[in-house]
C-alpha cells in the first residue's frame, strides 16, 4: 500500500516535461542551400531550466569550483537507435545507392553516409559545480572518416570505402552545460544530458582508387557547431541544385537503453550523442591555412576570407559513446541538492487535504448556485 500510494502521489504532482522546438532558418545568401533545420528538445532542461538556446548557466565556466571531470569515448554503431531508416548514395558519383541503411552511429553528409567510428575521444570534460561544460579544443580527438558500414537488416553488414574523406577537428574550445549537477550522484542510474557548442574544421581528401595514398583537397570550416545528447533533428534543406538534404535523428541520453527509452543498469554510462547543419559560404579567420585557424568575426583586424567549397552541403552527425566519470569534487559536486521525498504517510495527509479542499469548494458552489 505505502509504494502504491507513493507512485499514485509522484504522478499527481509531478511537474509534466512539455517538448519545445527550436528551428534555425537556412538562408541561401548565408549558406547557398535553403531550408531548415528544427531541434526538439523532447521536454529535457538543464541546471535553471537552461535549454537549447543556452550555452552557459549563470555567469558561465568557473574554473575555481569543478565539481567533476568525465571522459567520453565513440564506439562503433550498436545498430539499436531508432532512427528512421536512409537512403544514402555512393560519395563522389552518388551511385550506386545503399537503400534502408540503418543510419545508428553514422553521418548523413549531402546524399553520402559515413560512420563515426570508435576511437574518437572528448577527454577532460570539465563541469563546474553551477554545471557549466568547458573542453578544451586539443582534448577534442575526431577519429577519420573514410567508410560507411551499411547495414539494411537484411543483408550482410558491407563496409565501403569512401572515395571523399573527411578529418575533423575543434579550432575552439568547447562550452555549454550538463544535467549530471541535478542527479543526486553524478554516476548514478538517473536522467542526464547536456549540450556543447564550439567551431570546428575539417579536412577534406579525395582516395578515388581504394588504398591508394589520399589527397589533399580543402579544409571547410563550421562556426557554432552544437553537439547534444537529448532531443532529437530534422533536417530539411535543398541546394541551389534543388538536391533535397532531409534527414532526421535522436540521440539516446546517457544510462538510457535505446530501444526502451528507459533508464536501464545494463545501459548505465553509455550515451549517444549528435548535431546538425549547413557548410557556410565562408567564415572570416586568423592564421587561415594553419592549425591554429581561428574563426572571428568580421571586421576583426588582421582577418581574412576563408570560402568553404562544400558551401550548402547539410549534415547531421550522429555518435555512439561510453562516458568515463574520472574526477568528482570530495567536497560537493553540485549547487543544486534533491528535494527530500516525503513519506508515504505525509502524501497521504496531502491528498486528504485535497480532498477536503475540494469538497469544501463544492459545497460553496452548491451554496452559491
Not at 567520453?72 to 560519395?91: E, L, M, N, R
Not at 537484411?154 to 574523406?165: A, E, F, H, R
Not at 542510474?189 to 549540450?195: I, P, S, V, Y
Not at 541551389?240 to 533508464?263: D, M, R
Request: net charge negative; glycine share 10%; charged share 15%.
Amino acid at each position: 500500500m505505502k509504494r502504491k500510494l507513493t507512485v499514485l502521489v509522484s504522478a499527481l504532482f509531478a511537474t509534466p516535461a512539455f517538448a519545445a522546438t527550436f528551428t534555425t532558418t537556412i538562408d541561401a545568401a548565408t549558406y547557398t542551400s535553403a531550408g531548415t533545420i528544427t531541434f526538439n528538445d523532447g521536454g529535457y532542461t538543464g541546471p535553471t531550466g537552461v535549454g537549447a538556446g543556452d550555452f552557459q548557466v549563470g555567469s558561465g565556466f568557473d574554473a575555481s569550483r569543478v565539481g567533476q571531470i568525465q571522459n567520453v569515448v565513440t564506439k562503433d554503431p550498436d545498430w539499436q537507435t531508432s532512427d528512421p531508416a536512409h537512403t544514402v548514395y555512393g560519395d563522389f558519383t552518388s551511385t550506386p545507392t545503399y537503400n534502408n541503411a540503418n543510419m545508428d552511429g553514422s553521418v548523413n553528409f549531402f546524399m553520402w553516409g559515413y560512420t563515426t567510428v570508435g576511437g574518437s575521444t572528448f577527454n577532460n570534460m570539465t563541469i563546474d559545480k553551477a554545471g557549466n561544460y568547458y573542453i578544451a579544443k586539443n582534448d577534442m580527438s575526431f577519429q577519420y572518416y573514410d567508410v560507411f558500414r551499411y547495414n539494411n537488416g537484411v543483408d550482410p553488414i558491407q563496409t565501403l570505402d569512401s572515395k571523399i574523406n573527411f578529418q575533423p577537428y575543434a579550432v575552439s574550445d568547447a562550452t555549454g552545460w550538463c544535467g549530471s549537477v541535478l542527479a543526486t550522484d553524478p554516476n548514478s542510474l538517473e536522467r542526464m544530458a547536456g549540450q556543447v557548442k564550439f567551431d570546428f574544421a575539417f579536412d577534406v581528401y579525395f582516395e578515388m582508387v581504394p588504398g591508394m595514398t589520399p589527397s589533399f583537397s580543402s579544409t571547410q570550416l563550421v562556426p557554432d557547431f552544437v553537439m547534444r545528447s537529448y532531443g532529437s533533428y530534422e533536417v530539411n534543406v535543398t541546394t541551389n541544385g534543388g538536391v533535397a538534404q532531409v534527414y532526421s535523428g535522436s540521440a539516446v541520453e546517457n544510462n538510457t537503453n535505446p530501444v526502451t527509452g528507459e533508464l536501464d543498469p545494463a545501459w548505465q554510462n553509455d550515451v549517444s550523442f549528435l548535431g546538425a547543419g549547413v557548410i557556410p559560404n565562408g567564415v572570416w579567420v586568423l592564421n587561415d591555412g594553419t592549425p591554429d585557424v581561428q574563426i572571428v568575426d568580421a571586421g576583426t583586424e588582421g582577418a581574412t576570407w576563408h570560402a568553404n567549397s562544400f558551401a550548402g552541403y547539410a549534415f547531421l552527425l550522429r555518435a555512439d559513446g561510453t562516458r568515463e566519470l574520472t574526477y568528482v569534487n570530495p567536497d560537493g559536486f553540485s549547487d543544486y541538492m534533491p528535494a527530500a521525498v516525503p513519506e508515504a504517510e505525509t502524501y497521504a495527509m496531502m491528498l486528504a487535504g485535497l480532498g477536503l479542499v475540494g469538497g469544501m469548494a463544492a459545497r460553496r458552489r452548491r451554496q452559491m448556485a
